[in-house]
């Protein structure tokens, strides 16, 4: 599949997704989205990957918003096609059964900072800002920011920064729970890799059903959240890597995994 928006790059179970429209600071067009769901989809087959990270191209931007030039030409009707078709992306990316990092470096604006927060583990460079902008244009988060960013940083949090429109830097970010670190920029990419390689050497469906459990269980009275846990960690015990992984502690070996 050859893309006009995105780079994609596969190394040692790792997939890399580089939003590449560096001009307009990795804006996403409607066709960028389109691209970025069918990589997604295309992880999703792939066994091969463990871990996906998510970036844009430059050192200046992650992705500034969604098109602005593109959404001037928008009605009502295409705007709902737009905000689904981003809908989809950031429910797609949730429900990949391997985590996904996003490695914010620069701005993390509008449908930016929503597709950010749609990954598992977001971690950002020392110029990184976050925002969700779209009241400055007379427009609303359409990208899941709403819900997404009240979960991560509280409803109160969420409400000023999205009725101001105010950016925050890297530092502030972490301090609310937005981002999990601040790298600097030239170390960002190693940083992501690492915690990507690192998860990479685990046990891939106690990593899935742990992604699974976490989200699921967040919207869950806790009695049922840990009834889902216990039903994930006894299914477990069925797997082929479960009992490799305690006889390589118990034999003093490393564990070699295969997903099974
Ligand atoms: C289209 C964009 C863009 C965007 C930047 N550019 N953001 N183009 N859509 N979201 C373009 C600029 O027009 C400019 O193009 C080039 O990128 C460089 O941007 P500058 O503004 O010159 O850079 P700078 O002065 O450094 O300012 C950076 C910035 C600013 C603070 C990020 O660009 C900005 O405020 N951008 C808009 C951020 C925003 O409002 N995002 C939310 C969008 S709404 P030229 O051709 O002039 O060089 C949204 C809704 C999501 O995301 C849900 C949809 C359903």
Redesign the pocket.
């Known amino acids: 599949m050859a893309y006009q928006n995105l780079l994609i790059d596969h190394s040692d179970g790792i997939a890399t997704i580089t939003i590449n429209r560096p001009?307009?600071?990795n804006?996403?067009s409607t066709a960028t989205v389109a691209e970025l769901n069918l990589a997604v989809e295309g992880v999703d087959g792939d066994r091969e990957v463990k871990a996906l990270i998510l970036t844009g191209a430059g050192y200046?931007?992650f992705v500034?918003?969604?098109?602005?030039?593109?959404?001037t030409r928008m009605g009502t009707p295409a705007?709902l096609t737009?905000?689904e078709l981003?809908h989809r992306l950031c429910d797609a990316l949730e429900a990949l059964p391997i985590p996904t990092i996003a490695a914010v470096n620069g701005?993390a604006?509008?449908?930016?900072c929503?597709l950010a927060m749609a990954c598992d583990l977001v971690y950002a460079s020392e110029n990184a800002?976050f925002?969700?902008?779209?009241v400055?244009?007379a427009?609303i988060?359409?990208?899941g920011?709403t819900s997404r960013l009240a979960r991560r940083v509280g409803p109160h949090k969420a409400r000023e920064l999205i009725f101001t429109?105010d950016?925050i830097d890297a530092k502030t970010a972490a301090a609310l729970g937005l981002a999990l670190a601040v790298l600097p920029s030239d170390g960002l990419m190693a940083h992501c890799r690492a915690v990507a390689q690192k998860i990479a050497a685990k046990g891939p469906l106690a990593v899935s059903q742990a992604k699974k459990v976490i989200a699921a269980g967040s919207d869950l009275p806790l009695q049922a959240a840990n009834a889902l846990e216990r039903q994930a960690f006894a299914a477990l015990f069925g797997s082929l890597d479960q009992k490799e992984g305690m006889a390589a502690f118990l034999e003093k070996r490393p564990a070699h995994f295969q997903g099974r």
């Open positions: 001009k307009s600071l804006a996403l200046k931007a500034a918003g969604a098109d602005i030039s593109e959404m705007a737009f905000s981003g701005f604006l509008g449908g930016g929503e800002q925002g969700q902008p779209e400055n244009l427009v988060p359409g990208f920011g429109g950016r």
